[in-house]
């Protein structure tokens, strides 16, 4: 069972805070000496009836922003967090491998988040994301996370790569999705779908020997948007090696029919045009690897269907893991919270309006 209990934000480093203090110290100085300043004359009678004008009376203004200024830097400094604390008991679970194409097509431009047009790997990393983690954060949320699974991620183009073992650490291992990149040198491009495979599957039955209790139920999750042209073995053949130690592959083809936008550089203009190209996947080749291992074959041409094909994957049998207990942390001073934006952001905001507000407007005249 998962037991989720909210925490108080707190902070990362706390000795920060003491900086505060400093703060009145400064303002003190600052308005005191101001108040001593004066010039030998006569008589300033003359110079009552004079009304002040609105720039006279904000004077102060630049002084006040630069010191919010410096209480939302040192708040940045010291690193608020929003936790959620985690306790995952004995309880089903399942072990996953997620397995992500990289190869240079999946630069089209054919799939949106929040209205705007993004590539494929980018929907892949927002809807992995929701599927790992869960989107507590949203209204809508439809994934409520793998919080009880053991969870990996290879990745591959024209070889495979091993970048997280299954581990109960998802923001470690969704932090390390984050940073897979697109191919883009052509000695590393293709599609090594049947290495791919195998790679996902020895990691899968490597577990067996590190856990106290055997893992009856493993998945790979194995998403691309192409056709195996690369690698030494043939996809069916490594799928029916996984399908021998028990593991099912559930396949995902990602991208439109007929034709997507992909970004490309103008050889003439020196900047990025789209162009449309044939979308090429061999949903037939995936539909038997998925048939090979009893599991289920999927397309996604949006974003909308990407998340519909994850929440079906989501209905999955479970069985026991071991439990453990943690804390999720959002870093408040780089991340948004309830619609309040990045610490750092206020920072730059206030910085940038007392520069605005001093040279534009009020500026001393020469």
């Given at each position: ?18 900086l505060l203090l400093v703060i009145p110290i400064l303002a003190w100085r600052r308005w005191s000496r101001a108040g001593d300043q004066s010039i030998a004359f006569s008589s300033l009678d003359f110079g009552g009836p004079l ?316």
């Open positions: 069972m998962e037991a989720v209990s909210g925490k108080m934000p707190e902070f990362h480093s706390p000795h920060f805070l003491w009304p002040r004008t609105l720039r006279q009376r904000l004077m102060w203004l630049p002084d006040v922003l630069m010191l919010l200024t410096l209480v939302a830097l040192i708040i940045a400094l010291a690193r608020p967090r929003d936790g959620r604390e985690r306790t995952v008991s004995q309880s089903e679970g399942i072990a996953i491998e997620l397995v992500v194409d990289r190869s240079s097509s999946m630069q089209a431009m054919d799939f949106k988040i929040d209205g705007q047009r993004v590539d494929r790997l980018a929907a892949i990393k927002n809807v992995v994301g929701k599927f790992v983690l869960g989107d507590d954060f949203s209204t809508d949320t439809k994934l409520a996370g793998r919080f009880n699974d053991l969870v990996g991620l290879a990745t591959f183009a024209g070889y495979a790569d091993a970048i997280t073992p299954p581990t109960l650490d998802h923001a470690f291992l969704i932090g390390n999705l984050n940073e897979v990149r697109i191919a883009e040198r052509q000695d590393e491009d293709g599609t090594a779908i049947g290495d791919a495979i195998a790679l996902a599957t020895e990691k899968l039955n490597a577990l067996d020997a590190r856990q106290d209790k055997k893992i009856k139920s493993k998945i790979v999750i194995l998403l691309t948007d192409g056709e195996s042209n690369a690698g030494t073995l043939e996809p069916l053949e490594a799928a029916e090696l996984a399908a021998k130690l028990g593991i099912k592959i559930y396949t995902i083809g990602v991208g439109t029919r007929g034709e997507a936008p992909v970004p490309v550089i103008d050889p003439f203009t020196g900047r990025q045009v789209f162009r449309s190209m044939q979308v090429n996947i061999d949903e037939e080749t995936l539909q038997k690897i998925s048939a090979v291992t009893d599991a289920k074959s999927f397309r996604a041409t949006d974003t909308d269907s990407l998340e519909a094909i994850y929440q079906s994957i989501d209905e999955l049998e479970k069985t026991e893991v071991e439990s453990q207990q943690y804390v999720d942390y959002r870093e408040l001073a780089v991340q948004k919270h309830a619609g309040f934006p990045p610490w750092l952001r206020i920072v730059l905001m206030l910085l940038t309006t007392r520069v605005l507000i001093q040279k534009l407007w009020l500026r001393a005249l020469a």
